[in-house]
């Protein structure tokens, strides 16, 4: 999560503090979620079922459940769908190339086929 850069439109240094993030349940964790939080990152996670379980066992102390936009997630199935597409080159699913920059290569190469 320390690795998030979003590149600026103009000159300047990425911007370490995205707008909103977005991510699937493999990030529902609530170390993930404090983070962002005190970081003042907004997000929309959604809560795995044995959370939603351990925080109903607990009762009273076990918190209130977290905030989840499905209009905001449903916009996670766009990148979904580009990563599915650029699968279908096997060079890029299987990771062929040594080293980074040959792959981000590949990468803007298939994209670019993917936009035409």
Sequence with gaps: MADIRVPRVGPGRPRTRPDHVIADKGYSSRKIRAYLRR????????????????????????????????????LRNVVERCFN????????????????????????????????
Excluded: C, M
């Excluded at 003042?40 to 102390?61: C, F, K, M, W, Y």
């Excluded at 699968?87 to 086929?113: C, F, M, N």
């Design 39 to 74: 970081r003042g990152i907004r997000h929309t996670i959604p809560e795995r079922a044995d959370q939603v379980l351990n925080r109903l066992n607990r009762g009273s102390r076990g918190g209130r459940p977290t905030g989840f936009d499905r209009q905001a997630y449903k």
């Design 85 to 116: 597409r650029l699968k279908q080159w096997r060079g890029l699913a299987t990771r062929y190339d040594k080293t980074r920059e040959s792959y981000q290569a590949t990468v803007t190469i298939a994209s670019i086929l993917l936009w035409i």
